[in-house]
């Protein structure tokens, strides 16, 4: 008996006398309130609530809810009962589960035929409530749990929320939706809100007969009540997490199609926007039916619906049978939407279909420190399956974007690691980031890459059968699909192709054996990303792994320390001067080396941008690159290309390469003609100009300005202004058009403003095309009068995203009363919808004439904000971060510093803070750096006279 044990034993103890405390109190309170029978007893005295935790007790696990709601769409709130059958596993005095704003108006116990009241108590620091039979519960038996609640409908954009919107006649139109990921079930009914706890549900929606009712199941029958309202019945789900179930109450129209395997697919819209419902349909049908062949896996459910929901804070949310979206994410428009607006719809549809049947719904991450599991594959399959189904729409060329938003967040020190501890509410919000996302499906890619397609898709296979209806944590991904990949002939004990097996393969690793888990957990389980040096000496080329970290120097006193720990498993790809063949390398320790078969005069790591990771190859292995691609740039792929510019770029900021060397880099780019690098070049100019420009370093932006324009001059002017092309050359002509207006080349502005005026005269009825409409607008917006005539056609628009390309135009204009004047439109929330709010000052922040303004308006506007969005939502933290992450100053950080502190005051931990606070420290530090060698290298490489050309 250990010393332990005695602790623990005594503690037992301790804890059941005040749990008998406890109940004296609850019995004479009861005695004060009559008989307690049906009572609510409300306390947030944690001492008298028998649960301290956050996560729920996992003595009680419900197997089936039969949920009613009935919403009043005229009074604005709910009344609702629940029955939940629950197994419970031991004997217990109590049952805990999660209620957040709900007032609970009856609790009962029902077993054998009998029926007994429940006093309830409430804690809501963890959005908990304790249910308390009159006498204990026998373990290993079943109970129902009938609970009747009610509340008002949210404001906001979780849990079961309202949404009102104008018709073009002027009605007003009302309707509830909901949306619960993570943790917002618990505000439209009481439930066992945790991913884990999985069931079946019979829903049941009151409704007036002017409206229709959609949840997650087909609907089997309607009945008349007497009071002249309609109830629904659907049918029961499939097994699923609460954060699945949805509903949603109001107006609204829809198509429909079937797809070969017998699903009905329908896309729902208000009315009004009904006609721009049918692409999505098309691509609805298409990738479904894409997803069920590529898994060998049939989607379980008889219908699918997607719906457009006036109001909705994210992109969309992956409900079972029943998506919801924002409307720029669903509906489509030949005449209005862009090629970037049908790329987005396209891939947002199969980044919520990839959920639907596959990752998240059928296999649900055991808790929310694994959200990459849905999120990371989500986005992921987004590329694989649009990329099947819609080449033309050349996916393939964003997914180095991706990746480079990852590695953004991840060369920070405040980023986290994809597997990540999360418990409060807030915390798990947070969760829902880059990392998860973008950082999770660039990790998948590598080891995609690494494993081969064949491989990789047998492995996940048979984790989505291993695992249907239940839920998996990282380690059982990698076991099962490390245990696919040795059922297909790799050697046992380990994962390296045996000799005779390696010539079949093209994948092929130096290894001697390789353990996935291991392997795959250096990416999921430590944070950051991994920076290789390439040195060659002769035929030996000499490999080190360290950690990336920008805006750190070498000889920065804490370099060690953030160093201190960190390798990963890294499957290396290299391709030579010599040969373009692909050679393979598993680096797992600090240091190695690789020999050359013969001379070669470079060397490219990271074939196609594969793998996740930086590669520096040192001051002649840079050189060598650069010749190469002044001589040949043809003789890498335009995503090694790419590759090289970014890593080059991000090498700066550690003081590895000088800016002007790695602007050398960029100087081919004149030759470029793929679009990708191109605009990979362009962007990040514009990045540092934009950074010059809020700064009022003037001189520098404008040689910067000059520069751009002069140096792009001839692929600039080439761009047509019509929609004809490419996914790729559409998409570069937005672009390029877009930043020639706004740096004012004058070639630029005339032919905008002679559009934009064109267009107004015709009354805003000629049809513009569509991938000009933002230089269009841009240009137009500057005059107040232009800017006037705008803001009518947003708020008389139907098309969503027509709307945000308007609504962009606007916050660009350079008068600062103008720009005010759209965020109170943005706080009304009529005009511009509070959804929107969140990007609009975001865009105005950008905007240097309206930086201080959105900056004070976050601070002073605080708590208003704070009502009306989740304090961990994306958009919250997209606020934070897009009015001070630009700042490059020492006194804004202070200010910034001030206000953070201000908000821990107040209770709030976020760490999207962190971020911030890093992202200015980084750009002060790149400044005091790299401004005099960029005005330095602009004035050798401006040419006398570029003014000409503006
Ligand atoms: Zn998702």
């Avoid at 609702?80 to 609790?107: C, F, N, P, R, W």
């Avoid at 040192?618 to 001589?631: H, I, N, P, S, V």
Wanted: with cysteine.
């Amino acid at each position: 008996m250990s010393s332990d044990y005695l602790a623990t034993f005594s503690n037992m103890a301790r804890i059941a006398k005040q749990h008998l405390v406890r109940m004296l109190r609850i019995a004479m309170s009861c005695l004060l309130v009559s008989a307690c029978s049906g009572l609510t007893i409300k306390t947030d005295n944690s001492e008298s609530f028998p649960w301290s935790k956050m996560r729920l007790p996992t003595n009680v696990v419900p197997n089936h809810y039969d949920l009613s709601i009935h919403p009043n769409l005229t009074t604005m709130n709910f009344t609702g009962t629940v029955k939940i059958s629950v197994d419970v596993k031991q004997d217990i005095s109590y049952i805990v589960l999660h209620s957040k704003g709900l007032e609970i108006t009856m609790a009962k116990i029902l077993a054998d035929g009998m029926e007994q009241d429940m006093t309830v108590l409430e804690h809501h620091p963890h959005e908990q409530i304790a249910l308390l039979p009159p006498h204990q519960l026998q373990g290993q038996r079943k109970y129902q749990l009938y609970i009747e609640f009610q509340a008002d409908l949210a404001d906001g954009f979780d849990g079961f929320y309202k949404s009102t919107y104008r018709t073009q006649n002027g009605y007003k139109r009302v309707l509830a939706a909901t949306d619960f990921e993570p943790t917002a079930a618990r505000m439209a009914f009481p439930c066992f809100d945790e991913p884990l706890f999985k069931s079946t549900f019979s829903i049941k929606i009151r409704r007036e007969r002017r409206h229709i009712a959609l949840s997650n199941m087909p609907k089997m029958q309607t009945v008349e009540h007497e009071d002249g309202l309609v109830e629904d019945t659907f049918d029961k789900s499939v097994k699923m997490s609460t954060y699945l179930v949805a509903y949603v109450i109001g107006d609204f129209r829809s198509i429909s199609a079937t797809t070969s395997t017998g699903v009905k697919i329908s896309v729902y819209a208000v009315p009004e926007k009904w006609s721009q419902t049918h692409y999505a349909l098309e691509v609805a049908v298409k990738l479904l039916e894409f997803f069920e062949a590529y898994f060998n896996i049939s989607y379980p459910l008889p219908k699918q619906d997607l719906i457009a929901i006036p109001d909705f804070q994210g992109g969309a949310m992956e409900n079972w049978g029943l998506i919801t979206y924002r409307e720029t994410a669903l509906l489509y428009d030949p005449q209005m939407s862009s090629a970037t607006d049908k790329l987005w719809i396209t891939k947002v549809i199969g980044h919520e279909l990839a959920h639907q049947q596959w990752f998240g719904n059928l296999v649900t991450m055991e808790w929310w420190n694994d959200i990459w599991l849905n999120e990371g594959f989500a986005r992921y399959m987004e590329r694989l399956s649009v990329n099947s189904t819609y080449p033309e729409l050349q996916v393939d060329d964003y997914f180095s974007n991706v990746c480079f938003g990852a590695m953004a967040k991840d060369c920070l020190n405040s980023s986290r690691p994809i597997s990540n501890p999360a418990e409060t509410p807030v915390q798990i919000m947070e969760m829902f980031d880059t990392v998860s996302y973008t950082q999770g499906a660039c990790v998948l890619n590598m080891l995609r890459d690494f494993l081969s397609e064949e491989v990789f898709q047998s492995g996940i296979i048979r984790y989505l059968e291993k695992y249907s209806y239940s839920n998996a944590r990282s380690a059982d991904l990698w076991n099962t699909i490390a245990n696919a990949s040795s059922e297909r002939e790799f050697s046992t004990g380990g994962f390296c192709y045996t000799s005779s097996q390696a010539e079949k393969r093209a994948h092929q690793y130096t290894c001697d054996s390789l353990d996935l888990r291991e392997m795959m957990d250096t990416w999921t389980q430590q944070m950051g990303i991994p920076l290789i040096t390439v040195n060659r000496t002769g035929h030996n080329i000499h490999i080190q792994q360290e950690r990336f970290l920008k805006g750190v120097l070498d000889d920065d006193a804490d370099y060690a320390t953030l160093q201190s720990g960190y390798q990963w498993h890294i499957p290396l790809t290299y391709y030579t001067s010599s040969s373009r063949h692909v050679h393979r390398h598993l680096l797992k320790s600090k240091t190695d080396t690789i020999q050359l078969e013969g001379d070669v005069s470079w060397i490219k790591f990271n074939v196609d941008m594969n793998g996740y990771y930086i590669v520096h190859y040192g001051e002649e292995g840079w050189e060598a690159l650069t010749q190469l691609l002044d001589q040949d740039h043809t003789a890498i792929s335009s995503k090694d290309r790419t590759n090289l510019i970014h890593n080059a770029l991000q090498l700066v900021s550690t003081g590895k390469l000088s800016l002007d060397r790695a602007l050398n880099l960029t100087h081919y780019l004149k030759k470029e003609t793929d679009n990708i690098p191109l605009l990979q070049g362009i962007s990040y100019l514009n990045v540092v100009y934009r950074l010059m420009e809020r700064k009022n370093n003037t001189d520098t932006a404008e040689n910067l300005k000059k520069y751009i324009l002069w140096y792009f001059k001839d692929v600039i002017d080439k761009q047509t202004w019509s929609d004809t092309g490419s996914v790729s050359e559409r998409r570069l002509r937005s672009e390029l058009l877009e930043l020639a207006c706004d740096l004012g080349y004058t070639p630029c502005v005339s032919r905008a403003s002679q559009i934009f005026n064109e267009w107004v005269a015709s009354n805003g009825t000629r049809s513009l095309p569509t991938d000009i409409l933002r230089p269009v607008f841009l240009t137009g917006a500057q005059d107040e009068e232009n800017w006037n005539y705008l803001l009518e056609a947003y708020k008389n628009s139907l098309y969503s995203s027509y709307k945000s390309k308007i609504l962009y135009a606007l916050t660009n204009c350079k008068d600062a009363e103008r720009l005010a004047k759209l965020i109170d439109l943005g706080m009304e929330g009529e005009v511009i919808r509070t959804q929107d709010l969140p990007s609009l000052i975001v865009t105005i922040s950008r905007n240097p004439a309206g930086q201080a303004l959105a900056w004070n308006f976050v601070r002073q506007n605080w708590q208003k904000l704070l009502e009306r969005f989740h304090v961990g939502s994306s958009s919250f933290r997209g606020i934070l971060k897009g009015t001070t992450g630009h700042f490059s100053t020492k006194s804004e950080l202070e200010e910034v510093k001030t206000f953070f502190d201000s908000l821990k005051s107040q209770g709030l931990q976020l760490k999207v803070t962190e971020l911030v606070l890093e992202m200015i420290q980084k750009n002060i530090r790149w400044l005091e750096r790299n401004l005099h060698v960029l005005n330095k290298w602009l004035s050798e490489n401006i040419p006398l006279a570029p003014a000409v050309f503006l």
